[in-house]
């Protein structure tokens, strides 16, 4: 059983960072920002393999950065040049399973996930 809990989101001026953070209470294989906005489906923004290797959806590239650290079992998500499209609930994912590349931002993969933590840029 593993159980996840972000924090971090807040609302910041266009242009300005952020960094979320995703505590776990248990070892995950691979680990994932999700985001959502109202009327929109859940969609992966970042995700990172226990080998620590990254992908990120082509809207965030460049400005987004996800990093883990496995020995305090933390999931960080560091944004900067926010921008008012990123506005959106925030929420950590995570897999007890190896995910193939292709499919690390299906949230179908995930089995783990957080309550989620709101960013509004303004």
């Known amino acids: 059983h593993v159980q996840l809990v972000e924090s971090g989101g807040r609302t910041v001026q266009e242009g300005g960072s952020l960094r979320l953070s995703c505590a776990g209470s248990?070892?995950?294989?691979?680990m994932a920002w999700f985001r959502q906005s109202p009327g929109k489906e859940r969609e992966g923004v970042a995700a990172?393999?226990?080998?620590?290797?990254?992908n990120y959806t082509d809207s965030v590239g460049g400005r987004f950065a996800i990093s883990r650290d496995n020995a305090e079992k933390i999931l960080y998500l560091q944004m900067d040049k926010l921008k008012p499209e990123d506005t959106a609930l925030y929420y950590c994912?995570?897999?007890?399973?190896?995910?193939?590349?292709?499919?690390?931002?299906?949230?179908?993969?995930?089995?783990?996930w957080g309550q989620g933590t709101q960013v509004t840029v303004s």
């Open positions: 994912a995570a897999s007890l399973y190896m995910i193939q590349i292709q499919m690390r931002f299906r949230a179908g993969e995930y089995g783990w």
């Open positions: 248990g070892y995950t294989y691979n």
């Open positions: 990172i393999g226990s080998d620590y290797s990254t």
